[in-house]
Protein backbone atom coordinates (compact mmCIF):
# COMPACT_ATOMS: atom_id res chain seq x y z
CA UNK A 1 0.00 0.00 0.00
CA UNK A 2 2.85 2.56 0.74
CA UNK A 3 4.55 1.46 -2.11
CA UNK A 4 2.03 2.27 -4.38
CA UNK A 5 1.24 5.27 -2.39
CA UNK A 6 4.85 6.58 -3.47
CA UNK A 7 4.43 6.13 -7.36
CA UNK A 8 0.98 8.31 -7.25
CA UNK A 9 2.68 10.88 -5.39
CA UNK A 10 5.91 11.07 -7.56
CA UNK A 11 3.70 11.75 -10.38
CA UNK A 12 1.68 14.58 -9.43
CA UNK A 13 4.11 15.96 -7.51
CA UNK A 14 3.26 19.63 -7.95
CA UNK A 15 -0.15 19.08 -7.79
CA UNK A 16 -2.62 19.25 -5.03
CA UNK A 17 -3.50 16.08 -3.37
CA UNK A 18 -6.63 14.37 -2.07
CA UNK A 19 -6.13 11.30 -0.37
CA UNK A 20 -9.34 9.04 -0.08
CA UNK A 21 -9.29 6.28 2.51
CA UNK A 22 -11.68 3.23 2.57
CA UNK A 23 -12.48 2.47 6.07
CA UNK A 24 -10.87 -0.59 5.94
CA UNK A 25 -7.56 0.94 6.11
CA UNK A 26 -6.14 2.91 9.02
CA UNK A 27 -6.58 6.41 8.25
CA UNK A 28 -3.84 8.23 10.46
CA UNK A 29 -1.32 5.84 9.95
CA UNK A 30 -1.63 6.30 5.76
CA UNK A 31 -1.82 10.25 6.27
CA UNK A 32 1.57 10.46 8.13
CA UNK A 33 2.90 8.34 5.91
CA UNK A 34 1.90 10.12 3.03
CA UNK A 35 2.42 13.68 4.99
CA UNK A 36 6.26 12.61 5.68
CA UNK A 37 6.56 11.88 1.48
CA UNK A 38 4.78 15.19 0.80
CA UNK A 39 6.16 18.20 3.04
CA UNK A 40 7.59 18.72 6.27
CA UNK A 41 5.41 21.63 6.44
CA UNK A 42 1.59 21.11 5.68
CA UNK A 43 -1.46 22.93 6.11
CA UNK A 44 -4.32 19.71 6.43
CA UNK A 45 -7.53 20.55 5.00
CA UNK A 46 -10.24 18.24 5.97
CA UNK A 47 -13.00 17.52 3.70
CA UNK A 48 -15.40 15.87 6.60
CA UNK A 49 -15.19 19.19 8.82
CA UNK A 50 -15.91 21.36 5.55
CA UNK A 51 -18.73 19.21 4.77
CA UNK A 52 -20.31 19.44 8.31
CA UNK A 53 -19.71 23.32 8.45
CA UNK A 54 -21.87 23.92 5.67
CA UNK A 55 -24.51 21.39 7.36
CA UNK A 56 -24.51 23.60 10.08
CA UNK A 57 -25.12 26.86 8.40
CA UNK A 58 -28.08 25.00 6.12
CA UNK A 59 -30.08 24.33 8.45
CA UNK A 60 -30.33 27.93 10.03
CA UNK A 61 -31.33 28.14 6.06
CA UNK A 62 -34.81 27.57 4.34
CA UNK A 63 -34.76 24.85 2.38
CA UNK A 64 -35.42 27.59 -0.70
CA UNK A 65 -32.87 29.64 0.64
CA UNK A 66 -29.30 29.86 -1.82
CA UNK A 67 -25.77 29.27 -0.49
CA UNK A 68 -22.95 31.29 -2.06
CA UNK A 69 -19.69 30.40 -0.69
CA UNK A 70 -16.69 32.52 -0.61
CA UNK A 71 -13.69 31.06 -1.97
CA UNK A 72 -11.70 34.69 -1.98
CA UNK A 73 -8.38 34.57 -1.85
CA UNK A 74 -7.44 31.15 -2.26
CA UNK A 75 -10.61 29.97 -0.63
CA UNK A 76 -9.31 31.61 2.79
CA UNK A 77 -5.87 30.34 2.16
CA UNK A 78 -6.81 26.80 1.55
CA UNK A 79 -6.86 26.26 -1.86
CA UNK A 80 -9.77 27.56 -3.78
CA UNK A 81 -9.57 24.86 -6.87
CA UNK A 82 -9.81 21.76 -4.34
CA UNK A 83 -12.82 23.46 -2.08
CA UNK A 84 -14.83 24.88 -4.94
CA UNK A 85 -14.87 21.10 -6.72
CA UNK A 86 -15.90 20.22 -2.96
CA UNK A 87 -18.64 22.39 -3.00
CA UNK A 88 -19.78 21.99 -6.44
CA UNK A 89 -20.41 18.47 -5.38
CA UNK A 90 -22.15 19.45 -2.18
CA UNK A 91 -24.84 21.43 -4.64
CA UNK A 92 -23.48 24.98 -3.23
CA UNK A 93 -25.39 27.28 -5.59
CA UNK A 94 -22.98 29.89 -5.69
CA UNK A 95 -19.04 30.84 -5.50
CA UNK A 96 -17.71 34.32 -5.51
CA UNK A 97 -14.02 35.39 -5.82
CA UNK A 98 -12.57 38.84 -5.39
CA UNK A 99 -10.40 38.91 -8.23
CA UNK A 100 -10.89 38.03 -12.62
CA UNK A 101 -8.15 35.94 -11.93
CA UNK A 102 -9.19 33.81 -9.13
CA UNK A 103 -12.68 33.23 -11.40
CA UNK A 104 -10.41 31.96 -14.34
CA UNK A 105 -8.36 29.92 -12.46
CA UNK A 106 -11.51 27.89 -11.28
CA UNK A 107 -13.05 28.13 -14.92
CA UNK A 108 -9.65 26.34 -16.22
CA UNK A 109 -9.94 23.63 -13.36
CA UNK A 110 -13.66 23.07 -14.54
CA UNK A 111 -15.51 24.56 -11.93
CA UNK A 112 -19.14 24.85 -13.48
CA UNK A 113 -21.06 26.64 -10.63
CA UNK A 114 -22.31 30.25 -10.96
CA UNK A 115 -19.18 32.74 -9.88
CA UNK A 116 -19.38 36.17 -8.76
CA UNK A 117 -16.24 38.26 -8.65
CA UNK A 118 -16.34 40.87 -6.03
CA UNK A 119 -13.75 43.21 -7.16
CA UNK A 120 -13.64 43.41 -10.96
CA UNK A 121 -11.64 46.22 -12.59
CA UNK A 122 -12.68 47.74 -15.65
CA UNK A 123 -9.54 46.14 -17.74
CA UNK A 124 -10.91 43.04 -16.49
CA UNK A 125 -14.37 42.93 -18.00
CA UNK A 126 -13.42 41.00 -21.47
CA UNK A 127 -11.88 37.98 -19.12
CA UNK A 128 -15.16 38.18 -17.27
CA UNK A 129 -17.04 37.50 -20.24
CA UNK A 130 -14.64 34.83 -21.84
CA UNK A 131 -14.57 32.60 -18.83
CA UNK A 132 -18.69 32.95 -17.87
CA UNK A 133 -17.71 35.12 -14.68
CA UNK A 134 -20.62 37.68 -13.38
CA UNK A 135 -19.24 41.03 -12.53
CA UNK A 136 -20.65 42.60 -8.86
CA UNK A 137 -21.57 46.36 -10.52
CA UNK A 138 -21.00 49.09 -8.07
CA UNK A 139 -20.32 52.28 -10.03
CA UNK A 140 -21.63 53.66 -13.18
CA UNK A 141 -18.28 53.65 -14.66
CA UNK A 142 -18.08 49.89 -14.35
CA UNK A 143 -20.83 49.63 -15.99
CA UNK A 144 -20.87 51.76 -18.73
CA UNK A 145 -17.54 49.58 -19.31
CA UNK A 146 -19.88 46.57 -19.19
CA UNK A 147 -22.67 48.02 -21.15
CA UNK A 148 -19.75 49.22 -23.96
CA UNK A 149 -18.55 45.85 -24.37
CA UNK A 150 -21.63 43.66 -24.22
CA UNK A 151 -22.54 45.69 -27.15
CA UNK A 152 -19.33 45.47 -28.62
CA UNK A 153 -20.04 41.84 -28.78
CA UNK A 154 -23.43 41.49 -29.58
CA UNK A 155 -24.61 39.63 -26.12
CA UNK A 156 -27.93 39.72 -24.09
CA UNK A 157 -29.11 38.74 -20.87
CA UNK A 158 -25.40 38.50 -19.39
CA UNK A 159 -26.00 37.80 -15.89
CA UNK A 160 -24.39 40.90 -13.43
CA UNK A 161 -25.42 41.77 -9.85
CA UNK A 162 -25.45 45.11 -8.04
CA UNK A 163 -24.20 46.23 -4.67
CA UNK A 164 -25.43 48.63 -2.64
CA UNK A 165 -23.65 50.53 0.15
CA UNK A 166 -25.50 50.51 3.14
CA UNK A 167 -22.61 51.54 5.59
CA UNK A 168 -19.88 49.84 4.82
CA UNK A 169 -18.99 52.48 2.77
CA UNK A 170 -15.97 50.43 0.69
CA UNK A 171 -18.34 49.95 -2.89
CA UNK A 172 -21.66 50.43 -4.18
CA UNK A 173 -24.40 52.41 -4.77
CA UNK A 174 -26.68 54.46 -2.67
CA UNK A 175 -30.45 55.46 -2.80
CA UNK A 176 -29.66 58.21 -4.99
CA UNK A 177 -28.88 55.99 -7.26
CA UNK A 178 -31.45 53.83 -7.68
CA UNK A 179 -33.57 56.43 -10.19
CA UNK A 180 -30.74 56.70 -12.80
CA UNK A 181 -29.58 53.11 -12.10
CA UNK A 182 -33.07 51.85 -13.08
CA UNK A 183 -33.50 53.23 -16.07
CA UNK A 184 -30.34 52.69 -17.65
CA UNK A 185 -30.94 49.22 -16.60
CA UNK A 186 -34.71 48.68 -18.33
CA UNK A 187 -33.26 50.02 -21.30
CA UNK A 188 -30.10 48.00 -21.27
CA UNK A 189 -31.28 44.79 -22.70
CA UNK A 190 -27.98 42.83 -22.69
CA UNK A 191 -27.96 43.08 -19.02
CA UNK A 192 -29.94 40.81 -16.64
CA UNK A 193 -29.54 41.94 -13.02
CA UNK A 194 -29.77 38.47 -11.02
CA UNK A 195 -29.06 39.51 -7.50
CA UNK A 196 -29.10 42.78 -5.45
CA UNK A 197 -26.77 43.05 -2.65
CA UNK A 198 -25.17 44.32 0.49
CA UNK A 199 -22.28 43.57 3.23
CA UNK A 200 -22.62 44.05 6.93
CA UNK A 201 -19.96 45.67 8.99
CA UNK A 202 -20.41 43.84 12.02
CA UNK A 203 -22.56 40.95 12.64
CA UNK A 204 -20.88 39.18 14.70
CA UNK A 205 -21.19 41.98 18.17
CA UNK A 206 -24.10 42.67 19.65
CA UNK A 207 -22.61 46.20 19.74
CA UNK A 208 -23.51 46.87 16.34
CA UNK A 209 -27.29 44.83 16.34
CA UNK A 210 -28.52 48.64 15.99
CA UNK A 211 -26.57 49.42 13.40
CA UNK A 212 -26.77 45.76 11.36
CA UNK A 213 -30.62 45.80 11.75
CA UNK A 214 -30.50 49.47 10.35
CA UNK A 215 -28.11 48.46 7.38
CA UNK A 216 -30.83 45.75 6.64
CA UNK A 217 -33.53 48.12 6.51
CA UNK A 218 -31.99 50.03 3.94
CA UNK A 219 -30.85 47.08 1.94
CA UNK A 220 -34.29 45.66 1.82
CA UNK A 221 -35.52 49.12 0.85
CA UNK A 222 -33.08 50.18 -2.19
CA UNK A 223 -33.02 46.18 -3.23
CA UNK A 224 -37.26 46.54 -3.21
CA UNK A 225 -37.05 49.91 -5.11
CA UNK A 226 -34.80 48.30 -7.74
CA UNK A 227 -36.87 44.98 -7.97
CA UNK A 228 -39.44 46.97 -8.61
CA UNK A 229 -38.59 49.40 -10.99
CA UNK A 230 -37.24 46.33 -13.12
CA UNK A 231 -40.15 44.13 -13.14
CA UNK A 232 -38.38 40.61 -12.96
CA UNK A 233 -37.42 38.42 -10.25
CA UNK A 234 -34.17 39.27 -8.82
CA UNK A 235 -32.34 37.39 -5.79
CA UNK A 236 -31.89 39.41 -2.38
CA UNK A 237 -28.71 38.88 0.07
CA UNK A 238 -26.87 40.63 2.71
CA UNK A 239 -25.91 38.08 5.17
CA UNK A 240 -22.46 36.59 5.78
CA UNK A 241 -21.14 33.76 8.30
CA UNK A 242 -22.21 35.72 11.50
CA UNK A 243 -25.41 36.99 9.98
CA UNK A 244 -26.19 33.59 9.04
CA UNK A 245 -25.82 32.86 12.30
CA UNK A 246 -27.57 36.02 14.98
CA UNK A 247 -29.80 37.64 11.58
CA UNK A 248 -31.31 34.01 9.98
CA UNK A 249 -34.81 36.02 9.83
CA UNK A 250 -32.69 38.49 7.01
CA UNK A 251 -31.82 35.24 4.69
CA UNK A 252 -33.66 36.70 1.75
CA UNK A 253 -33.26 34.68 -1.24
CA UNK A 254 -29.56 34.10 -0.89
CA UNK A 255 -26.68 34.12 2.03
CA UNK A 256 -22.87 34.18 1.07
CA UNK A 257 -21.03 32.17 3.91
CA UNK A 258 -16.99 32.40 4.05
CA UNK A 259 -15.17 32.31 7.59
CA UNK A 260 -18.08 29.25 8.89
CA UNK A 261 -17.01 27.64 5.96
CA UNK A 262 -13.40 26.86 8.41
CA UNK A 263 -14.94 26.50 11.92
CA UNK A 264 -15.70 30.00 13.33
CA UNK A 265 -18.59 30.80 14.41
CA UNK A 266 -19.23 33.99 16.19
CA UNK A 267 -21.50 32.46 18.60
CA UNK A 268 -20.54 29.27 20.44
CA UNK A 269 -22.05 26.99 16.97
CA UNK A 270 -20.89 23.41 16.85
CA UNK A 271 -18.65 23.84 13.94
CA UNK A 272 -15.41 21.78 13.21
CA UNK A 273 -12.06 22.22 12.87
CA UNK A 274 -11.09 22.29 9.02
CA UNK A 275 -7.56 23.54 8.38
CA UNK A 276 -4.35 22.23 10.63
CA UNK A 277 -0.65 23.41 10.45
CA UNK A 278 1.51 21.13 11.01
CA UNK A 279 5.22 19.94 10.58
CA UNK A 280 7.78 17.93 12.04
CA UNK A 281 10.86 18.18 14.41
CA UNK A 282 13.84 18.48 11.94
CA UNK A 283 16.48 18.76 14.54
CA UNK A 284 17.12 18.62 18.39
CA UNK A 285 19.82 20.32 20.21
CA UNK A 286 21.10 20.78 23.64
CA UNK A 287 21.96 24.24 24.78
CA UNK A 288 24.11 25.08 28.11
CA UNK A 289 22.51 27.53 30.09
CA UNK A 290 23.52 31.02 29.59
CA UNK A 291 23.64 30.88 25.31
CA UNK A 292 21.48 32.31 23.48
CA UNK A 293 19.23 31.03 20.51
CA UNK A 294 18.61 32.86 17.26
CA UNK A 295 19.32 36.57 15.65
CA UNK A 296 19.82 39.03 18.02
CA UNK A 297 20.18 37.09 20.87
CA UNK A 298 16.56 36.91 21.89
CA UNK A 299 16.27 33.60 23.40
CA UNK A 300 18.32 33.75 25.74
CA UNK A 301 18.39 30.85 27.89
CA UNK A 302 18.64 30.38 32.04
CA UNK A 303 19.26 26.38 31.98
CA UNK A 304 20.91 23.71 30.09
CA UNK A 305 18.30 23.27 27.52
CA UNK A 306 16.95 21.21 24.59
CA UNK A 307 15.82 22.78 21.81
CA UNK A 308 14.39 21.87 18.88
CA UNK A 309 14.66 23.25 15.12
CA UNK A 310 11.40 23.25 13.26
CA UNK A 311 11.16 24.03 9.22
CA UNK A 312 8.78 26.96 9.08
CA UNK A 313 9.24 30.39 9.68
CA UNK A 314 7.70 33.88 8.67
CA UNK A 315 8.09 33.28 5.39
CA UNK A 316 5.27 30.40 6.07
CA UNK A 317 3.45 33.02 7.34
CA UNK A 318 4.02 32.21 11.17
CA UNK A 319 3.82 35.96 12.05
CA UNK A 320 7.29 37.23 13.65
CA UNK A 321 5.35 38.18 16.67
CA UNK A 322 4.85 34.63 17.83
CA UNK A 323 8.42 34.28 18.95
CA UNK A 324 10.01 34.46 22.00
CA UNK A 325 7.55 32.22 23.97
CA UNK A 326 4.60 34.13 22.48
CA UNK A 327 3.36 30.97 20.95
CA UNK A 328 3.62 27.09 21.90
CA UNK A 329 3.06 24.50 19.71
CA UNK A 330 1.70 21.21 20.44
CA UNK A 331 3.80 17.99 20.02
CA UNK A 332 1.87 14.49 21.58
CA UNK A 333 -0.87 16.58 23.14
CA UNK A 334 1.67 19.06 24.69
CA UNK A 335 2.03 22.42 24.57
CA UNK A 336 5.84 24.04 24.07
CA UNK A 337 7.00 26.87 23.61
CA UNK A 338 9.00 29.10 20.90
CA UNK A 339 12.37 30.30 21.61
CA UNK A 340 14.19 33.05 20.15
CA UNK A 341 13.17 35.33 17.19
CA UNK A 342 10.77 33.54 14.15
CA UNK A 343 13.51 33.16 11.40
CA UNK A 344 12.55 33.30 7.37
CA UNK A 345 12.02 29.61 7.28
CA UNK A 346 12.78 28.17 10.87
CA UNK A 347 11.90 28.73 14.27
CA UNK A 348 12.98 27.30 17.17
CA UNK A 349 10.61 25.42 20.16
CA UNK A 350 12.24 24.90 23.93
CA UNK A 351 11.55 21.27 24.58
CA UNK A 352 13.49 21.03 27.88
CA UNK A 353 10.55 20.06 29.68
CA UNK A 354 9.84 17.42 27.28
CA UNK A 355 11.22 14.02 28.24
CA UNK A 356 10.64 11.50 25.09
CA UNK A 357 10.40 14.00 22.10
CA UNK A 358 12.42 12.61 19.38
CA UNK A 359 13.30 14.09 15.57
CA UNK A 360 10.58 13.48 13.39
CA UNK A 361 8.08 14.33 15.48
CA UNK A 362 4.65 15.54 14.20
CA UNK A 363 4.40 19.20 15.36
CA UNK A 364 0.78 21.41 15.28
CA UNK A 365 0.99 24.69 15.21
CA UNK A 366 -2.89 25.42 14.98
CA UNK A 367 -5.38 22.59 14.81
CA UNK A 368 -8.52 21.62 16.68
CA UNK A 369 -6.13 21.85 20.20
CA UNK A 370 -4.95 25.26 19.43
CA UNK A 371 -7.59 26.97 17.22
CA UNK A 372 -7.23 29.54 14.69
CA UNK A 373 -8.91 32.03 16.42
CA UNK A 374 -6.18 30.99 19.47
CA UNK A 375 -3.59 32.70 17.27
CA UNK A 376 -5.64 35.34 16.00
CA UNK A 377 -6.09 36.43 19.57
CA UNK A 378 -2.39 36.26 20.14
CA UNK A 379 -1.87 38.97 17.60
CA UNK A 380 -4.58 40.91 18.31
CA UNK A 381 -6.04 40.34 14.71
CA UNK A 382 -8.67 38.34 13.19
CA UNK A 383 -8.92 34.05 11.96
CA UNK A 384 -9.20 35.46 8.64
CA UNK A 385 -5.89 36.76 8.76
CA UNK A 386 -3.89 33.87 10.56
CA UNK A 387 -5.59 31.70 7.56
CA UNK A 388 -4.97 33.96 4.44
CA UNK A 389 -1.19 34.29 5.39
CA UNK A 390 -0.36 30.83 5.45
CA UNK A 391 1.94 31.47 2.48
CA UNK A 392 1.54 29.13 -0.68
CA UNK A 393 4.81 26.91 -0.12
CA UNK A 394 3.40 25.59 2.11
CA UNK A 395 1.58 21.99 0.45
CA UNK A 396 -2.32 21.66 1.14
CA UNK A 397 -3.30 18.47 1.65
CA UNK A 398 -6.94 17.60 1.81
CA UNK A 399 -8.49 14.46 2.71
CA UNK A 400 -12.13 13.18 3.34
CA UNK A 401 -12.71 9.85 4.63
C1 LIG B 1 -15.79 37.87 2.32
C2 LIG B 1 -17.18 38.27 2.12
C3 LIG B 1 -18.22 37.57 2.75
C4 LIG B 1 -17.99 36.45 3.74
O1 LIG B 1 -17.76 36.98 5.00
P1 LIG B 1 -17.51 36.02 6.26
O2 LIG B 1 -17.44 36.93 7.40
O3 LIG B 1 -16.20 35.35 5.98
O4 LIG B 1 -18.62 35.07 6.28
C5 LIG B 1 -19.52 37.90 2.44
N1 LIG B 1 -19.78 38.92 1.57
C6 LIG B 1 -18.81 39.64 0.98
C7 LIG B 1 -19.18 40.74 0.06
C8 LIG B 1 -17.48 39.35 1.24
O5 LIG B 1 -16.52 40.07 0.67
Not at 180 to 194: G, M
Request: proline share 3%; net charge negative.
Amino acid sequence: MIFCCLIFFYRIENRAILVKISSKYNSSLLLNRLRLLVHDTILEIDFNALYKNVTYFRLKLETDTKLMCMVKASAYGSGSVEVSRALQYWHCDYLAVAFVDEGVELRREGIKMPILVLDPSVDALERIVEYNLEPEIYSFRLLDSMLNLLRRLGKKDYPIHLKFDTGMHRAGFEENDIEDLASLLKNSSEVKVVSVYSHLVGSDDEVFDEFTEHQISYFNFCAEKIKMRLGYPVLKHILNSSGIERFSSFQFDMVRLGIGLWGISCLDGNLSNVCSLKTKISQIRKVKSGDTIGYSRKGVVTRDSKIALLPLGYADGIDRRLGNGNLSVWINGTPYPTIGNICMDLMMVDLTDAPNIEEGEEVVVFGSKQSLSDIAEKLATIPYEVLTSISPRVRRVYFDE
